[in-house]
């Protein structure tokens, strides 16, 4: 048997072309049954989150099963191959147990450290196990990958830095600041990386901390939470003016992002992140 592997991330392929090849906001478990059915690939895997679609293929038939992938990639998404293939990265053998364990560990992240990574190998080889697709090759491979996540984990400082794009976002406005506190802060929003973001910058001092959102429960249970207020969306331009940090974080099926929007003197810096923690 061997190991191959095919797919696209943040590092090779643009956002547009991710969206059009992501399984995540499908049923990953049938796309993997579904790839499992083609002759080639005896044992299979698929990975997707907000930053990559990755195969993990254990097969006797290597090029056979290279043609069965981009066949599959092209069926499954209703895109001519020639629009991805120039985007695709592939591996083979031991190289693709090395890529798989730098992605576990956070490594291969858009924003290195990042920690549910590791939960998204794991739902990834679950969804597969379940449906009968792994088989002695691949459940080897992903049972490394794990360990090899967490020793990552708990024996290196990987993870006392920026492990999220919350605190990486918190950490820019820093930069620009310096110090937070005394700030106010807007946050529009109120889904799991604004109230990562809140936490963030409570943490840091700031001053007073404004949830708005469409979904006004939702709002005014996170200003709750984080010991902000509430503020009606039909506030929100009144809110802005106020305002020296602005954080949006929305979320969809699209993969998500983050801007941050920091008023300095008479100029608006705005720096806007990628969301991973939906995926690595």
Same mark, same amino acid.
């Given at each position: 048997?061997?190991?191959?592997?095919?797919?696209?991330?943040?590092?090779?392929?643009?956002?547009?072309?991710?969206?059009?090849?992501?399984?995540?906001?499908?049923?990953?478990?049938?796309?993997?049954?579904?790839?499992?059915?083609?002759?080639?690939?005896?044992?299979?895997?698929?990975?997707?989150?907000?930053?990559?679609?990755?195969?993990?293929?254990?097969?006797?038939?290597?090029?056979?099963?290279?043609?069965?992938?981009?066949?599959?990639?092209?069926?499954?998404?209703?895109?001519?191959?020639?629009?991805?293939?120039? @985007? #695709?990265?592939?591996?083979?053998? &031991? $190289? /693709? !147990?090395?890529?798989?364990?730098?992605? %576990?560990?956070?490594?291969?992240?858009?924003?290195?450290?990042?920690?549910?990574?590791?939960?998204?190998?794991?739902?990834?080889?679950?969804?597969?196990?379940?449906?009968?697709?792994?088989?002695?090759?691949?459940?080897?491979?992903?049972?490394?990958?794990?360990?090899?996540?967490?020793?990552?984990?708990?024996?290196?400082?990987?993870?006392?830095?920026?492990?999220?794009?919350?605190?990486?976002?918190?950490?820019?406005?820093?930069?620009?600041?310096?110090?937070?506190?005394?700030?106010?802060?807007?946050?529009?929003?109120?889904?799991?990386?604004?109230?990562?973001?809140?936490? @963030? #910058?409570?943490?840091?001092?700031? &001053? $007073? /901390? !404004?949830?708005?959102?469409?979904?006004? %429960?939702?709002?005014?249970?996170?200003?709750?939470?984080?010991?902000?207020?509430?503020?009606?969306?039909?506030?929100?331009?009144?809110?802005?003016?106020?305002?020296?940090?602005?954080?949006?974080?929305?979320?969809?099926?699209?993969?998500?992002?983050?801007?941050?929007?920091?008023?300095?003197?008479?100029?608006?810096?705005?720096?806007?992140?990628?969301?991973?923690?939906?995926?690595?």
């Amino acid at each position: 048997m061997h190991l191959l592997l095919l797919g696209v991330s943040h590092k090779t392929a643009p956002l547009d072309l991710r969206e059009k090849l992501d399984f995540s906001s499908r049923d990953v478990g049938a796309a993997v049954e579904a790839l499992a059915a083609r002759s080639s690939a005896a044992e299979s895997v698929v990975l997707s989150t907000c930053n990559r679609s990755e195969i993990y293929i254990a097969s006797d038939t290597m090029d056979a099963a290279r043609e069965e992938v981009v066949r599959f990639l092209s069926d499954y998404h209703q895109l001519p191959a020639e629009t991805f293939t120039p @985007h #695709l990265f592939s591996f083979s053998e &031991a $190289e /693709v !147990a090395r890529h798989l364990f730098r992605v %576990a560990a956070g490594l291969d992240s858009l924003v290195v450290g990042e920690p549910q990574i590791l939960g998204q190998v794991k739902d990834a080889f679950q969804a597969a196990a379940e449906r009968h697709c792994t088989g002695p090759v691949l459940r080897k491979l992903f049972d490394w990958s794990f360990n090899v996540g967490k020793r990552v984990r708990s024996e290196t400082g990987l993870g006392e830095g920026a492990v999220s794009i919350s605190y990486a976002a918190v950490q820019l406005a820093k930069k620009i600041f310096g110090r937070l506190g005394g700030r106010r802060v807007l946050v529009v929003g109120a889904g799991e990386i604004s109230t990562l973001t809140a936490q @963030h #910058l409570r943490a840091q001092g700031v &001053a $007073e /901390v !404004a949830i708005t959102s469409r979904t006004a %429960a939702h709002a005014q249970a996170l200003a709750t939470e984080v010991g902000g207020h509430w503020v009606p969306w039909d506030g929100l331009p009144n809110a802005l003016a106020g305002a020296d940090i602005i954080v949006t974080a929305t979320g969809s099926q699209r993969p998500r992002s983050m801007a941050v929007l920091v008023p300095k003197t008479e100029r608006l810096s705005r720096i806007r992140l990628t969301y991973t923690g939906g995926g690595g």
